[in-house]
Every structure is written in structure tokens, then in C-alpha cells.
Nanobody, 124 residues
Framework: QVQLVESGGGLVQAGGSLRLSCAAS????????MGWFRQAPGKEREFVAS????????YYVDSVKGRFTISRDNAKNTVYLQMNSLKPEDTAVYYC?????????????????WGQGTQVTVSS
């Protein structure tokens, strides 16, 4: 089991940027594909982005393509989500998750380990 702790959330104006971080501990970080999900009030949790163990494959939901970038630093056991051109509809709690699908951790992969979430609020 891997333990995940997110940070970097906050309040930002529309058009602004934030970078979320997720620090992992426990089992070897490189054995996992990593993902970011979000849940807005009254809505179901949705997939945002994911990345393979070596960064060679990335996946994004259409609504964030061109604005968000997922990356990872295996030496630091950390995965990042750089969010640019933020919109009010990006407001949500953002969760980091780990999948045993280390090569192709797409939206339907089994993400079994989750962080506690970090709040992102985008004001108009």
C-alpha cells in the first residue's frame, strides 16, 4: 500500500495557475501509475489526468487538455499537476491516486490508493 498526501490547493482567480503536488510513501513509487481526480460539490468524482511510471504515457480528460499538465519526479516520489488558465468550473477537491497499471494507467485503470484531497477554488 502506498500513502499519498496532496498539497498546493487554494483560491485563485479565473485565468490563474496552481501547481498541485502529491507526495508518496510506502511501497516503491515507480511501481505505480499515478492519477489526479476531482470532485465538485454535488457531482461525482471524475478523472482528470494520469501518467505512467516513467512519464512516457499521459492521459487527460478533454476539458483540461491544453491547460493542465501532469508530471512526476520518481527521485522525489512526487507527482504534480500544473493547472493553467483556470476556470470557475475547475473548482473541486482534487485527489491523487495510485494504480498498479504502471504502464497504461488510463481513466478506467484500477486506482486503489487515494490521498485525502486538496481544495481548489477558482473565482470568477
Amino acid at each position: 500500500q502506498v500513502q499519498l498526501v496532496e498539497s498546493g490547493g487554494g483560491l485563485v482567480q479565473a485565468g490563474g495557475s496552481l501547481r498541485l503536488s502529491c507526495a508518496a510513501s510506502g511501497r516503491t513509487f515507480v511501481t505505480y501509475g499515478m492519477g489526479w481526480f476531482r470532485q465538485a460539490p454535488g457531482k461525482e468524482r471524475e478523472f482528470v489526468a494520469s501518467i505512467s511510471w516513467n512519464g512516457g504515457s499521459t492521459y487527460y480528460v478533454d476539458s483540461v487538455k491544453g491547460r493542465f499538465t501532469i508530471s512526476r519526479d520518481n527521485a522525489k516520489n512526487t507527482v504534480y499537476l500544473q493547472m493553467n488558465s483556470l476556470k470557475p468550473e475547475d473548482t473541486a477537491v482534487y485527489y491523487c491516486a495510485a494504480s498498479s497499471s504502471r504502464w497504461f494507467p488510463g481513466p478506467k485503470a484500477d486506482f486503489a490508493s487515494w490521498g485525502q484531497g486538496t481544495q481548489v477554488t477558482v473565482s470568477s
